[in-house]
């Protein structure tokens, strides 16, 4: 934790993400709470100050860059001081001129909407009324944002226009909404691959597509809307939706205990709104998966996002024992925690970023959402599974389903909070 924090927030990895990443961030903050609370509050703070002019908080808000104007002698010393911050493929110049509230190049899109969630996992364990206070306008403007401009059609669910939101990158569920995009990145200078194995990231083909998306996302200015209506990539996701119901609710919860009615009445609201959609798309096996809304074709794979699904409030009985069963026993079970994909899929890959390997952040919100809906037990265990993975494996970014074997980027920031969180003696919830 402290290696990767820069003072005001964590990066996920120096080698590999030496950048704030959202969801990342809101996770950090849960590790910060065990070893300085203020710090915690600080990280969530630094997370809200990422916000453009419209609410949205980004996936990324960069690291200081180099200025445009300054002189040949002082840009080679300043460029040296941020070389290491200059590894992350696509840097600020691909998404255009954006700038956050607190005047950082940031990226056009967003990522899981956890900071409510884990604002509020904070004030419960170390209440600060004034800095609880001071981020329930940024956090409710940034759900309101998703559930407005990225809502076009009225679908009670934020439309995603890049893979990277889901935060599963690669997943499975993606390569046909994504293979459908021709790529116009021919050229990928990748620098991932430098610090962790290319048999651990996604491929060339995939960032060919990824960047050809954030391309075009430059050329019409970020219109979130018209991306939301027209753009090349536009999917429903279970896990990212089933994340906003339950940070939505988690906000309301925070408001009426600081007295903001009116934020707690449409923060209700809105996690209402969203849980009905979700529980309007259940498929006949009682899990929820993702939606291709350019031709409305269900994207038929089981990955992390139905088990993320869980993080519903109300979730009926059905579609609880659902996802009890394929978490516990079933396709996405194994002895170190979530896959991240169904184990029985021809495509599955053990090692492969989102293809197959185990992660502790979606681990850790499986056994938050059981915990939630009253399964103790399992979630119990989800969480010794997952310190399982980490004691074996190390503090890596992500593990092999059979055996536990850490892979992707080392020294990761989110699996050393939730580590340090468990065995401080903390439950998921």
């Given amino acids: 934790m402290r290696h990767n924090d820069t003072g005001t927030y964590s990066v996920p990895s120096r080698a590999t993400y030496p950048h704030q990443w959202n969801w990342d961030s809101a996770l950090a903050a849960l590790g910060w709470a065990e070893l300085d609370p203020a710090r915690a509050w600080t990280e969530l703070e630094t997370l809200a100050g990422a916000r453009d002019r419209h609410g949205m908080i980004p996936h990324i808000a960069f690291h200081t860059r180099v200025p445009d104007r300054v002189g040949p002698r002082l840009r080679g010393l300043l ?58 306008r940024p956090l409710h403007a940034w759900h309101r944002w998703l559930l407005g401009p990225r809502d076009p059609h009225g679908f009670g669910e934020p439309v995603l226009i890049h893979p990277w939101e889901s935060g599963r990158d690669n997943s499975i569920e993606w390569d046909d909404p994504l ?37 075009r996302g430059t050329a019409v200015g970020w219109n979130q809307e018209q991306l939301a209506r027209e753009g090349g990539f536009r999917v429903l996701d279970p896990g990212f939706s089933a994340i906003l119901a339950r940070a939505t609710a988690d906000l309301a919860w925070l408001a009426d205990r ?21 529980a309007a798309r259940v498929d006949s096996d009682g899990l929820i998966r993702a939606v291709d809304t350019i031709d409305s074709s269900p994207l038929a794979v089981t990955s992390a996002g139905s088990a993320l699904a869980a993080l519903t409030p109300g979730l009926g009985p059905r579609e609880l024992q659902a996802v009890r069963e394929l978490v516990g026993v079933g396709p996405l079970a194994s002895h170190y925690g979530v896959r991240s994909l169904d184990a029985d899929h ?17 681990t850790w919100l499986c056994a938050l959402a059981l915990e939630g809906h009253g399964e103790r037990a399992l979630a119990a265990e989800l969480r010794r599974r997952m310190a399982a993975a980490v004691e074996g494996g190390g503090m890596r970014e992500y593990f092999v389903p059979e055996s536990g074997r850490g892979l992707g980027a080392r020294d990761f920031t989110w699996t050393a909070a939730l580590y340090l969180r468990e065995v401080s003696g903390h439950p998921a919830g």
């Fill in 179 to 215: 293979f459908r995009v021709m790529p116009e990145v021919t050229v990928v200078h990748r620098r991932d691959t430098h610090s962790v194995d290319a048999a651990e990231r996604p491929t060339d083909e995939h960032y060919r597509r990824f960047l050809t998306l954030v391309r």
């Fill in 346 to 362: 021809p495509r599955r890959s053990s090692r492969n970023y989102w293809r197959g390997p185990v992660w502790a952040n979606v």
């Fill in 258 to 278: 600081l007295g903001e009615g009116r934020i707690a009445e449409e923060s209700w609201a809105a996690s209402v709104r969203v849980t009905a959609a979700l």
């Fill in 79 to 136: 460029t040296m001081v941020a070389r290491p911050y200059a590894r992350y493929l696509p840097g600020p110049p691909w998404w255009g001129r954006r700038l956050s509230a607190d005047g950082r190049r940031i990226s056009g899109i967003t990522q899981p909407p956890l900071a409510a969630t884990c604002a509020r996992l904070l004030f419960e364990e170390h209440p600060d009324e004034r800095r609880a206070d001071a981020l329930l």
